[in-house]
Structure formats: structure tokens, C-alpha cells
């Protein structure tokens, strides 16, 4: 079956502008979680949407990220006003439930702010 | 300092050779994943791994997990070049979100 997919796989951007970087779980999957790859950093934690819950933002690092999930499914990661050290690459990922299962990862997007 | 260490940082083997890493934790750990990442790619799941003394094999690969639940290795048997890659260990520290928390990464190389 399909896995989950990002999209775009590559955004260029200038420095102050804003990006949508936009994730499609796996169907069926009521979990799903943003983290962020860097060389200074590794793999961080974002946020986590899981179903109808409020999501759990505490990975965010500033104000200028936000994220939204639409229907339960299609999720848009936004940074706004975006910063040179928000270059990174940008994955999502997905699980059938938010307790103790795999999680399932996208291909990322590789995000540069110039 | 990372709550997740592991080691080696990086690794060359001779194709044919076994091999371990190790990932470890200073806290109890309610689950540890290990992933696979191929450059430019995203994560491969590998294998979950939830109990004290667990051990799960995949084709080659063999993991493991102390009964402490604080550390695990990840061991490839007869090691070829698609083995090559990153491998990462990740997290849950438990709750309600099931973030992970991943360690720095172990970068292997495996020469034909």
C-alpha cells in the first residue's frame, strides 16, 4: 500500500517568507508527527496530532511554526517569516495509533532558506 | 548532552564481517525503534522493541534490548553493501504523545 508521502521534496526559499510543507499519512493512520533533521540538532520532535485531540505542540521552536490536520488525514506544516536556521529537512510520519506503534516515515522535505 | 548515545558514530566494515551498535539511555526507556536512513531518503522502520530481554531478528539484522530497558544493540550478521546507511535509535519515553526521541546516529559504510 501507499506509504506516506510529503511534499514538496525539495523548497528553496528566501529568508522572511513563508513555506507550506504539506504531509499525506498512511490511510487509516490516526497519528501523526512532524520532526525536523538537521546537522546541529539530529532528529527533533515538532508536534503530533492524534485524532480529534489537541494536538502536541511542544516541540515547536518558535511562534513562526504552526501545523495544522484537516479531517484527520492531510496535515500543512507552516513556517512563516522563515529564518536560515530553519533549514533542515522537514519528515513526517505516521501510526495507526498514538501508543506504541511504529511510526512510519515519509520521504521528507528538504527545506532551504537562502 | 544527548539523552539517547550511541556508538559508534560511524563505522567501516569489510562486506562479509558482523557488526554491532549500541544505543543507550540513561532513563528507562518504554519502547526503542531502530530506523534505517539512506541518504535523501526518509526512515526505514527496522524493529520495535518494548520489553525488558527482548530480541527480534529480521532477515539479518538482530536486536536486542537489556533487561533494564536502558539499552539496545542492533546487530548485523554477514554484513553486505546494502546495509549501508544511518541508523538511528529512537525514544519513547512514554505518555500520552509516544514522541521520539532520537539518538545522534550511527553512519555505516560496508566495503564490497
Known amino acids: 500500500g501507499a506509504g506516506v508521502s510529503q511534499s514538496p521534496s525539495n523548497k528553496v526559499t528566501e529568508k522572511g517568507k513563508d513555506v507550506e510543507l504539506r504531509c499525506d499519512p498512511i490511510?487509516?493512520?490516526?497519528?501523526l508527527y512532524w520532526y525536523r533533521q538537521s546537522l546541529g540538532q539530529g532528529l527533533e520532535f515538532l508536534i503530533y496530532?492524534?485524532?480529534?485531540?489537541?494536538?502536541?505542540k511542544s516541540g515547536l521552536p518558535s511562534d513562526r511554526f504552526s501545523a495544522e490536520r484537516t479531517g484527520g488525514s492531510v496535515s500543512t506544516l507552516t513556517i512563516q517569516r522563515t529564518q536560515q536556521e530553519d533549514s533542515a529537512v522537514y519528515l513526517c510520519?505516521?501510526?495507526?495509533?498514538?501508543?506504541?506503534?511504529?511510526?512510519?516515515f515519509g520521504p521528507g522535505t528538504r527545506l532551504t532558506v537562502t | 548532552s544527548q539523552e539517547l548515545e550511541q556508538s559508534p558514530q560511524s563505522l567501516i566494515v569489510q562486506e562479509g564481517k558482523n557488526l554491532t551498535i549500541n544505543c543507550t539511555s540513561s532513563?528507562?526507556?518504554?519502547?526503542l525503534y531502530w530506523y534505517k536512513q539512506k541518504y535523501g531518503e526518509g526512515l526505514i522502520f527496522l524493529m520495535m522493541?518494548?520489553?525488558?530481554?527482548e530480541e527480534k531478528s529480521h532477515e539479518k539484522i538482530t536486536a536486542k534490548l537489556d533487561e533494564k530497558k536502558q539499552q539496545s544493540s542492533l546487530h548485523i550478521t554477514a554484513s553486505q553493501p546494502s546495509h549501508a546507511g544511518i541508523y538511528l535509535c529512537?525514544?519513547?519515553?512514554?505518555?500520552?504523545?509516544?514522541?521520539?526521541?532520537f539518538g545522534t546516529g550511527t553512519l555505516l559504510a560496508v566495503q564490497p
Open positions: 496530532f492524534q485524532g480529534n485531540s489537541a494536538p502536541d
Open positions: 529512537g525514544a519513547d519515553r512514554g505518555g500520552a504523545t509516544n514522541k521520539l526521541i
Open positions: 510520519a505516521s501510526s495507526l495509533t498514538g501508543y506504541s506503534y511504529e511510526q512510519y
Open positions: 532513563k528507562t526507556l518504554y519502547g
Open positions: 522493541l518494548q520489553k525488558g530481554g
Open positions: 490511510s487509516g493512520h490516526t497519528a
